[in-house]
Nanobody, 122 residues
Framework: VQLLESGGGSVQAGGSLRLACTAS????????MGWFRQLPGKEREAVAT???????QYAESVKDRFTISRDNDKNTLYLQMNSLKPEDTAMYYC?????????????????WGQGTQVTVSS
């Protein structure tokens, strides 16, 4: 299993970014996928998840600003981030759970990408 994130960068507050995570080595459509973020020295935070059938879950802090989606034909997970705030600054990771269904607070996401940095300036 390999997960490779892209799309991070630096933007001003109010701007937008779209992250992508390309998956390989397994049947992408069969598994729950999620986006997480982490600041140095802080706990990792679940941002959004999407299950095998397209069911969505979001952290309260990003609801109505971020949109998670997946393209099963391209084996790619996306995170569209709008109205970005400085507090969204973090390393963002995509991850795969070993189940079809998702649980936002679950700790059993066993496969992770290397991360992509998002920096939002005020």
């Amino acid at each position: 299993v390999q997960l490779l994130e892209s799309g991070g960068g630096s933007v001003q507050a109010g701007g937008s970014l779209r992250l992508a995570c390309t998956a390989s080595g397994y049947i992408f459509r069969n598994f729950c996928m999620g986006w997480f973020r982490q600041l140095p020295g802080k706990e990792r935070e679940a941002v959004a998840t999407i299950d095998w059938s397209g069911g969505l879950q979001y952290a309260e802090s990003v609801k109505d600003r971020f949109t998670i989606s997946r393209d099963n034909d391209k084996n790619t997970l996306y995170l569209q981030m709008n109205s970005l705030k400085p507090e969204d600054t973090a390393m963002y990771y995509c991850a795969r759970r070993n189940f079809r269904n998702c649980k936002l607070g679950a700790s059993d996401f066993f496969y992770w990408g290397q991360g992509t940095q998002v920096t939002v300036s005020s």
